[in-house]
C-alpha cells in the first residue's frame, strides 16, 4: 500500500460534497483502495473470481449433509452457470474460473473446468494426514498460478472461492491447528448439520488435532488437516497480493485459508478487504484474530466466494463515490459554518 | 403482497442448487419482493429514486453545522451529477429526481429541479408550528405526485432521499412526538454537532415539544414540528404503495417520514424495505419500532437517499439469484443425502 496514494486519498475524501465522515465505512474502503491500487482514482471494474474445488476424505466419518459426488455435481454447474456464484459474476461482469484440484466423481462437465487434480480428494484427516508434502506443494502452486492468470487478465480485485463436500470440517480443524483452541470453539453447522452431527464433527476434529506434532506451524497445518482447495487460496491469496491484486476474502472457509496465508506470509494482511461476516458461528472468531472489519452481515453460508460477489457493487460504489462527486470548489456548496 | 407469489418463492427458493437457507437474509428478501411485486420473477431493473429538498426555520436556534444556503446549492449540485446520489443513480441506471420544496435562497441551477414551492422554507418550529395544515396537505400531494411520475415511468423500486440543512432536528421531533419519547433519547449529532451543539438541539426539541396539542397524531406532528420534505417523504411512500410500488428506506430522517406514513396508513407497512442502520443514534430505535431489519449497517450518516442507494444492488443480486439459478432437478446435482 503507498502512504502517498492513502495521504491524497484522505486529503480528497475531505473536499467532497458531504459532511466528513459521512459516508460511514465506504470512506475508509475508498482510501484504502487508493493505496493498495496506488492510484487517485480506485477502480475495480475488472474483477476475477477463482472457485477452487475438492473433496475430502473426512466424509468417510459422515461429517456433511450432503454427499461426496455434489462436489463434483456442483463444478459442473459452476461453467454451465447455473450455481450462485455464477449468476453473480455473470451480473458483475466478472472472470470466473473454476479450478478441481481432485474430486471422488469426475465433474460430469469439464469444459471450462482448469484441471488442477493432485489426487481424487484428500485422505482421512481423522487418522491421516490429509495431504503429502509434495501435494500441499502443488496444492498451493496451483492457487498461485491461478493468481497469475488473474492478474495477466488485467483484474483489479482477486475474489477466492471454494467448493469441496466435507470443507468446514477441514477448515475448522486447520483453524484450532492455527489458533490453539479446542475444536467446539471454530466448528458449526457448516452447510446444515443438527446438533448431533456437530458433536460428530467436533469428535472427528478432536481427533484430528491429537496427531498433531507442530500444529501451529501454518504449512503442517495445512498438510495435516487442510484441504487441496483451502491449501490453494492460500497459495493463490499470497500471488495475488505479491502481483499488487487486492483480494476479498469470501466466508469462514475462505478466512481459514487468508489466516493460514498471512501466517505465511505476514506482509500479505493489508491486502486483504474482507466481504461479510457469515452465518458460521468461528467466522466472527477468525475475524477478529485478523483485525478484520467485514462489510456485510447476511447470515450467508454459501461458500462458492458468493458472499464476497455480493459485496463487490458496494466497493465500486465507494470508489465511484470517490472518484466522481464534486468538491465543495467545484460545485459551489458551503463548507461547514 | 400476494400470499400465492410468496409461496411459489419459498418452493422455488428450496429447489435452487444451495444449502437451504444458505444465502441467508437474500432469500426472504427474494421471497417478499416477489410476493410484493406478484411475480414469479421479481426485478428492480428500473429504479426511482426522488430526493425532497426544503429549508427549516429552526435553523435560526443554531442546530446545524453548515449555513442554510447549503440546501439549495446542494440541490443545483444533485443535478449537476456532483452529489453522492447523483453518481450513484448513474451507477445505478436509476430516474433520478430532485423536488424542491422551499428553500431560504433559490438553487443556483434549478434546469432539472422539479419546482413544488411552499414556502421559502418552514418556520422556526422551536417557537411555532412548522406549518399550517394547508402547507402540510401541499407536502404530502407533492409527495403522491412524485410517486406517482415514478409509477408512470415503469419504476419497480421507489427510493426517497432528502436534504435541508436542519431536518435532523425535526425528524427526532417528529419521532419523539411520535413515540412520546424524551427529546435527549432520539436526538443525536446529525451531519456533525458536538456535545454541546447536540445538547442545544435538545433543548430545541423539547421546547417544540411542549407546544403540542396531540403529539401522536401525525398530521398534527408533521405539522408541528415536521419539515416540507418530510411530509412530501411521507406521501410519496403512502403513494408509492398505493401504486404497487416497493419502498426502499433510507435512513434517519426518511425512516421517520415512514413512520409518520406508516401511522397514517398501517397497510403501508409491508410495501418497505428497509436498506441500512445509519450512525444516527436514534435510528435503531426508529428500526425496532418498525420492526425493521436494514440489510447493511455502515456507519452511514449522510441522507439524500444515499444509503438506500448503496443496497439496491444488493436487492438486485438477491433477484438474480432467485431467478436465474439452477434448480438441482435442472443441474442434474444432488440435494441433502
Given at each position: ?61 459422515g ?16 461453467v ?30 469439464s ?45 483489479r ?17 486447520v ?13 458449526g ?5 443438527d ?66 496465508a498471512v ?9 486483504l ?65
Amino acid at each position: 500500500p503507498c502512504p502517498q496514494h492513502r495521504e491524497r486519498a484522505l486529503a480528497r475524501q475531505a473536499r467532497l460534497t458531504k459532511p466528513p465522515g459521512s459516508l460511514g465505512r465506504l470512506e475508509g474502503v475508498a482510501v484504502e483502495l487508493a493505496a493498495l491500487q496506488a492510484s487517485d482514482r480506485p477502480d475495480l471494474d475488472a474483477v476475477a473470481i477463482t472457485v477452487f474445488a475438492a473433496d475430502h476424505g473426512v466424509c468417510a466419518e459422515g461429517v456433511s449433509a450432503f454427499p461426496q459426488a455434489v462436489t463434483g455435481q456442483m463444478i459442473a454447474n459452476f461453467v454451465t452457470g447455473g450455481a450462485a456464484i455464477s449468476v453473480l459474476a455473470r451480473h458483475l461482469d466478472a472472470r470466473l474460473e473454476v479450478v478441481n484440484l481432485g474430486t471422488v466423481a469426475p465433474p460430469p462437465v469439464s469444459d471450462g473446468v482448469v484441471d488442477e487434480t493432485i489426487a481424487p480428494g484428500t485422505d482421512n484427516l481423522a487418522v491421516r494426514p490429509a495431504m503429502s508434502p509434495e501435494q500441499l506443494d502443488a496444492a498451493l502452486a496451483a492457487g498461485d498460478r491461478a493468481a497469475a492468470r488473474a492478474a495477466e487478465a488485467g483484474a483489479r480485485l482477486f475474489v477466492g472461492g471454494e467448493m469441496g463436500i466435507g470443507n468446514t470440517t477441514s477448515a475448522s480443524a486447520v483453524a484450532c491447528a492455527l489458533l490453539g483452541k479446542p475444536a467446539r470453539s471454530l466448528t458449526g453447522p457448516g452447510t446444515g448439520l443438527d446438533r448431533y452431527g456437530v458433536g460428530r464433527k467436533v469428535a472427528v476434529i478432536e481427533r484430528a488435532l491429537r496427531r498433531h506434532a507442530d500444529p501451529r506451524d501454518p504449512l503442517q497445518a495445512l498438510a495435516s488437516v487442510g484441504g487441496f482447495e483451502i491449501a490453494a487460496l492460500a497459495g493463490a491469496f499470497i500471488g495475488a497480493a505479491a502481483r499488487g491484486l487486492v483480494v476479498l476474502v469470501d466466508g469462514f472457509i475462505v478466512t481459514v485459508a487468508a489466516l493460514a496465508a498471512v501466517r505465511l506470509r505476514p506482509e500479505l494482511r493489508p491486502w486483504l478487504v474482507f466481504s461479510h461476516q457469515s452465518a458460521e458461528p468461528g467466522h466472527v472468531r477468525l475475524l477478529q484474530t485478523l483485525e478484520a472489519e467485514p462489510l456485510l452481515c447476511l447470515d450467508l453460508r454459501l461458500g462458492e466466494g458468493s458472499g464476497a460477489a455480493l459485496a463487490v457493487p458496494l466497493l465500486r460504489q465507494a470508489c465511484a463515490l470517490h472518484n466522481e462527486m464534486a468538491t465543495f470548489e467545484d460545485a459551489g456548496v458551503q463548507d461547514r459554518s
